[in-house]
């Protein structure tokens, strides 16, 4: 799966920090091939991961977002900037299109707008 230039430049940068790490703590690093680790290698426990996501959110004055919310706003942002439906499904893991489009998008004001614009813009 394709990943864009900016998160590729972020992966190689977190790379080289995790490289530091594990130089640093030795042979007491578990080498798990993990990209994401804790400070000796192991796996993050899931809830200190959504707790650390909140965290930022409430210290930037961000509104309330879950990790599984920015599921839901990457598709409607993807589906909204016109990626096709079946680039959104593939990428998020629904057995299928109508699942992506009812369980992952979310109609916005825009949409609706944009729909209005192009159907009238058919027959004027």
Do not use: N
Request: some cysteine.
């Amino acid at each position: 799966m394709s990943l864009d230039k900016v998160t590729l430049g972020a992966l190689k940068v977190h790379r080289v920090r995790q490289a530091e790490i594990r130089m640093q703590v030795g042979a007491g690093w578990s080498d798990l091939d993990l990209v994401f680790a804790d400070a000796g290698g192991g796996p993050l426990h899931p809830e200190s991961i959504s707790k650390c996501f909140e965290r930022r959110v409430e210290k930037w004055e961000l509104p309330p977002l879950s990790l599984h919310g920015l599921r839901h706003t990457w598709a409607t942002l993807a589906l909204k900037a016109g990626v096709h439906p079946k680039v959104v499904q593939e990428r998020l893991g629904p057995s299928t299109i109508a699942v992506t489009l009812g369980i992952y998008s979310h109609v916005t004001e825009w949409m609706q707008e944009d729909a209005a614009e192009r159907v009238a813009g058919l027959f004027l």
